[in-house]
């Protein structure tokens, strides 16, 4: 089902909180993909302010992605997406 983006920066919020309400140490490896997706749902609404805060703080989570074999492809690509969004928020 496709999403709004109204929906999309709701669910990523929740997700946020879910993490943050967590107690679990293995939550950390998740919080640069949670502030990669409210950066990109923040500049889907257009407030490229929030979406250059929270990049900003995916990027500054990079460290928390967990350093195995299983995990390599899936932390790539996920650096990658931060660069690029990043990249491309600055422009704005």
Known sequence: RHQNHEENFHWNKISLDNANN???EKV????????LNIGLSCEDLGDYVEAK???NLAFD???DLQNNKQNKNYNQDIIESIMVA??????I
């Open 28 to 35: 950390k490896n998740f919080y640069p993909s949670i502030y």
């Open 86 to 91: 990043k990249e491309r928020i600055n422009k």
């Open 61 to 63: 989570k990079i460290g």
């Open 53 to 55: 805060k929270y990049l």
């Open 22 to 24: 967590s107690e679990f």
